[in-house]
């Protein structure tokens, strides 16, 4: 079974705590090590990135640009996405979908769709609820397909503008590190008498440019990326939520709707699990 979602003996699902997602934690610390690493086999010590003026004009100068960018109601969610982008999703794998709803279509053809609103609280993920409920409500496939697919699109629409307050982050920050050189090197201009300290002035001139590259092509555009990804999952397996329910509605059979689900994975892992399913009906049956 994934580790987000666990099939107990009662056949309730049960949706795990959220593991760290290792592959956003692994790709910030192979950044910061490779630059590190890479001003070390230049030359230069990485405490030269201890810059108080570059690091207020990057970080300061970015925060800035996203504020006068979004409206507060959709900043206050900044720390719930960067938790969404260093935690795991809480989504049921299609394995385990197609289980799910090959078990209710059996129940819906032995027992009618009605015997499953005594299973309702063995659901806990709200949109297939809710989905389940409206189908055993009696409401028409047409309506159900409207008022999920509208809930789609609204979780799209709302992850789309977490994903923007980080796309906009990492366009300006190269530029604002371009701007910090700038002021730098007017700075170091400023007393050409000694040409030690003006060496050492520009060199710390483009500290700046070098924050605002790494904070916005490895940090800032990676983690929209990240949550944009983690959308596509989350509606793509909603969808499949979708289609399972108006499979059970129109009283598909089980293999009808295993056969249906599983067309959303790739060929090698739908055809063995479809070979997994077979072997499990013949060993019952036995």
Excluded: C
Excluded at 99 to 108: G, Y
Excluded at 136 to 161: C, F, K, N
């Amino acid at each position: 079974m994934p580790p987000s979602i666990r099939y107990n003996e009662r056949r309730h699902y049960d949706i795990q705590v959220k593991k760290m997602d290792k592959s956003s934690i692994i790709g910030v610390i192979l950044g910061v090590v490779a630059i590190g690493t890479g001003m070390v086999l230049k030359g230069v010590s990485p405490a030269v990135l201890v810059n108080p003026a570059a690091l207020l004009i990057i970080l300061a100068g970015t925060a800035a640009t996203v504020i006068i960018g979004f409206p507060m109601s959709e900043l206050k969610k900044v720390p719930k996405l960067l938790k969404i982008i260093f935690t795991e999703q809480k989504l049921m794998s299609t394995e385990e979908m197609i289980r799910f709803f090959s078990d209710w279509a059996q129940t819906a053809r032995r027992e009618g769709l009605l015997a499953l609103e005594a299973r309702l609280d063995e659901v806990d993920d709200a949109f297939l609820k809710n989905g389940l409920s409206l189908a055993i409500d009696g409401q028409s496939a047409e309506y159900i397909r409207d008022v999920l697919s509208e809930e789609i699109e609204a979780m799209e629409e709302r992850h789309q503008m977490g994903a923007a307050i980080f796309s906009q982050a990492g366009t300006y920050a190269p530029t604002l590190g371009v701007l910090g050189a700038v002021l730098g090197l007017i700075a170091a201009l400023g007393n050409m008498s000694d040409t030690e300290v003006l060496g050492h002035a520009i060199s710390a001139a483009f500290v700046a440019t070098l924050l605002g590259i790494f904070t916005g092509y490895v940090l800032w555009h990676p983690f929209a990326n990240k949550l944009k990804r983690k959308s596509k999952n989350e509606a793509k397996n909603k969808e499949m939520m979708l289609e399972g329910i108006l499979s059970i509605l129109a009283g598909e059979s089980p293999r009808v709707i295993e056969q249906k689900l599983a067309s959303y994975l790739p060929n090698e892992e739908r055809i063995q699990l479809m070979e997994e399913i077979t072997e499990g009906s013949v060993a019952t049956n036995e």
